[in-house]
């Protein structure tokens, strides 16, 4: 699906990632974890093809084609989609428009007829029963007024109104309680198929406790660090972090 | 590129009429350039006036010789030398339509790119059009349905043949000849235009639209509209403006009255597409345009207007709130890309009591445009309880552009109650990446973002009108990233 080798990138001449190298198959879910600063958003950032960062080596791979060289709107229409850390506000642009644009927009770069009124509105009820993201919420302008958690739902809603083959989880949990984390790990793993794949970009072990991955990385001072099974998570759970930064040193 | 096009057939199509019009008088089509006693008689004359109205033209004509070129508006341009302009100009071949298929092929091209033709919109809408080329009206549509309600609807050229007692009684009323010195000008040389009355308790059932268009270079459009709504009326009206490219600055200087009597609502919406200039700053429309209504009791008058053409506007479409009970509403967005200077807002002039006004201002700069918003709100003594609402809102699309917002409060009566609201926003490149991480590419994203902050405004639109300007924003944002 995808293929990360040694990648560096920096923000105003710091470099942040520093050789990340990560492949990730169809079917598989990767989590990265690792204390604040250690890169996770930047990975995130850059792989969605944020322009603030610099990309002075590496190669990202994306389903045979070359991702660095895609605008992020072709990069979504090549099927990756980024959950955001923080989903941003559009005001006077309703939901239901603007997932209407997208998907359309998308469906016309893969040469496909845009979705009949019909399609769409039964494709937008099943979606929406799936975060339980109720009609007030669709019809209201994108992400206006919305609560944290439901900036979060709105966008596994959008995510699952996009099918996406990549999707990338920037800290969805941060500020999350209980029962939104519980939804939108329901969205995520109605989601998990054969051809599909995702990153999971967390700081803490609590998301994993309702997504399970297939692997989990720690990324400490841009480079991963270490690899494991879920049971990594658990043990940085219980340990923290310091001990993975001393073993690897 | 595309205007290059345009002008293309643009010149295809009046190099065509120039042929076939050269056994014609073409000389006693378009008034040499200047302007004095002489041409104001010729032009009276040409379109066979009353004597009245005559008088009426030069005695603005010696208010103007006396006044001086306003220079308060926040905009900066080479005066017109008003002795170069033609002010006079007619279609050279004498078009008398009969549907709307026949109008000039390039205005249908500019509204099929819109994704609007007039046929579709009048088919579709149900509109009664009025189309005003250089300075002549050329065809006023659904006459006949109009007139089984008594409403009269046509070129003010016709109206003062065959409403002259109408037509003076009216005009002047709310934009006095001596009003400014644009009016002044307007009064002494208006060519044209278009009236319409809507009598006592009729609602008028369609939109009233007429399209604005200036053709020939080295002419100016003076048109004056006036639209009188008796008691308990209503009627909504429509008016769209474009011109072709020139490299010349061409000079437009309008003006509209709008009366409102007891009990009468107009809704008047303008979607103004001149010719801004090209990217250097470089020939445009100065758009210099004197707008106003009267409210007598209970009336309610609304300015709608989406602003996106002309290389320099000054602009302020206003309410005098004289009768107990009216309203008065302005509705605006305003988009300046390029070297397009506007400087555009409203005033609401509260007279009587318990008058209410309310005031949406949206500014959009791109380029190195510079966009300001100028309103007056003002309550009389008598104006027990008045109440104005205004927000003024400015988005910026680049580092190079400006808004400014220049807002005047008067108030004489301590019961008014009075609210401002201005922000401005730098259109955010969170939002934009947003949008482009669903699918969406950048100037879609940007016309997507700019209409939502638009919308609010848009919203006021007749719905045919709505879907026009959101295309005008998209098409007039093209390249304006950064």
Same mark, same amino acid.
């Given at each position: 699906m995808i293929d990360i080798k040694n990648l560096h990138a920096s923000v105003e001449g710091n470099e942040i990632l520093k050789g990340i190298n990560l492949k990730i198959n169809a079917g598989e879910v990767h989590a990265i974890m690792g204390p604040n600063g250690s890169g996770k958003s930047t990975l995130a950032s850059v792989l969605a093809g944020r322009e603030d960062y610099e990309i002075s080596e590496g190669s990202v791979d994306f389903l045979g084609k070359n991702?660095?060289?895609?605008d992020p709107d072709v990069r979504a229409k090549e099927g990756l989609f980024l959950a955001f850390q923080y989903p941003v506000e559009i005001p006077g642009v309703s939901n239901v428009n603007f997932l209407k644009l997208a998907l359309n927009e998308i469906r016309a770069y893969k040469g496909q007829e845009p979705? /009949? =009124?019909?399609?769409? &509105?039964?494709?937008?009820?099943?979606? /929406? =029963?799936?975060?339980? &993201?109720?009609g007030r919420l669709k019809d209201r302008s994108v992400n206006e007024g919305f609560s944290g958690g439901e900036k979060k739902r709105n966008d596994i809603f959008q995510m699952a109104m996009l099918s996406p083959r990549f999707a990338i989880?920037?800290?969805?949990?941060?500020?999350?309680?209980?029962?939104?984390?519980?939804?939108v790990a329901n969205g995520v793993n109605s989601m998990r198929n054969k051809d599909r794949a995702f990153l999971i970009i967390t700081h803490y072990q609590r998301l994993l406790d309702h997504i399970t991955p297939d692997y989990v990385h720690v990324l400490s001072e841009g480079r991963i660090v270490k690899t494991g099974g879920p049971e990594l998570a658990l043990e940085l759970e219980e340990k923290g972090y310091d001990w993975i930064k001393e073993a690897a040193l | 590129m595309e205007?290059?096009?345009?002008?293309?057939?643009?010149?295809?199509?009046?190099?065509?009429?120039?042929e076939f019009g050269f056994t014609t008088n073409i000389e006693s089509d378009k008034v040499p350039p200047g302007l004095s006693e002489d041409v104001i008689r010729l032009i009276s004359e040409k379109k066979n006036e009353p004597e009245w109205m005559l008088a009426w033209r030069l005695d603005a004509f010696k208010i103007w010789q006396g006044m001086t070129e306003p220079e308060w508006a926040h905009v900066h341009y080479k005066k017109p030398d008003f002795q170069a302009i033609s002010y006079y100009s007619a279609p050279k071949k004498k078009v008398t339509l009969n549907s709307l298929d026949e109008v000039d092929p390039e205005l249908l091209r500019t509204m099929e790119r819109l994704g609007i033709s007039v046929n579709e919109q009048k088919r579709l809408s149900n509109v009664a059009v009025d189309f005003v080329m250089d300075s002549v009206s050329v065809a006023t549509s659904f006459k006949e349905t109009l007139g089984k309600l008594g409403i009269i609807f046509m070129s003010m050229s016709e109206a003062i043949q065959k409403h002259p007692e109408l037509v003076k009684k009216h005009i002047g009323t709310v934009v006095p000849k001596r009003d400014n010195f644009y009016a002044a000008l307007n009064s002494a040389v208006f060519t044209d235009g278009s009236f319409c009355y809507i009598p006592k308790g009729v609602r008028c059932p369609m939109e009233l639209s007429t399209y604005f268009r200036i053709n020939e270079s080295g002419t100016g459009q003076f048109e004056r509209t006036l639209v009188v709504a008796d008691k308990g009326?209503?009627?909504?009206?429509?008016?769209?403006?474009?011109?072709?490219?020139?490299?010349?600055?061409?000079?437009?200087a309008a003006v509209v009255e709008l009366i409102a009597m007891d009990d009468a609502e107009i809704k008047y919406s303008t979607v103004q597409n001149w010719y801004p200039g090209d990217k250097d700053g470089k020939g445009g429309v100065f758009n210099f345009v004197t707008k106003r209504g009267l409210c007598e009791r209970n009336a309610k008058i609304s300015w709608t207007q989406v602003e996106t053409g002309s290389a320099v506007t000054w602009k302020y479409p206003s309410c005098i709130l004289k009768g107990d009970n009216s309203i008065g509403e302005f509705y605006s967005v305003a988009l300046t890309n390029n070297y397009q200077q506007a400087d555009t807002g409203t005033k609401m002039i509260h007279i009587g009591k318990n008058t209410r006004s309310t005031i949406i201002s949206k500014g959009?700069?791109?380029?190195?445009?510079?966009?300001?918003?100028?309103?007056?709100?003002?309550?009389?003594?008598?104006?027990?309880?008045?109440?104005n609402f205004s927000q003024c809102d400015s988005l910026l699309m680049t580092s190079t552009s400006g808004a400014h917002t220049f807002p005047y409060i008067e108030v004489e009566n301590p019961s008014a109650m009075v609210e401002h609201e201005a922000t401005t926003s730098k259109i955010g490149e969170d939002q934009l990446f947003y949008c482009q991480q669903r699918g969406i590419g950048t100037e879609k994203a940007i016309s997507l973002i700019v209409n939502g902050y638009a919308k609010e405004v848009l919203n006021k639109l007749p719905m045919e009108f709505a879907v026009e300007a959101q295309k005008l924003l998209e098409i007039s944002l093209e390249g304006s990233v950064g």
């Open positions: 991702l660095l060289e895609m979705l /009949s =009124a019909k399609e769409f &509105l039964g494709r937008l009820k099943e979606k /929406s =029963a799936l975060v339980e &993201l109720d989880m920037d800290e969805t949990d941060s500020g999350l309680d209980i029962d939104a984390l519980r939804i | 205007f290059n096009e345009e002008d293309k057939i643009l010149n295809e199509v009046t190099g065509k009429e120039y009326s209503y009627c909504s009206y429509l008016e769209g403006c474009t011109a072709p490219a020139r490299d010349e600055n061409q000079l437009h959009i700069s791109s380029g190195h445009s510079q966009n300001s918003y100028r309103g007056l709100v003002k309550i009389g003594r008598g104006a027990e309880n008045a109440r």
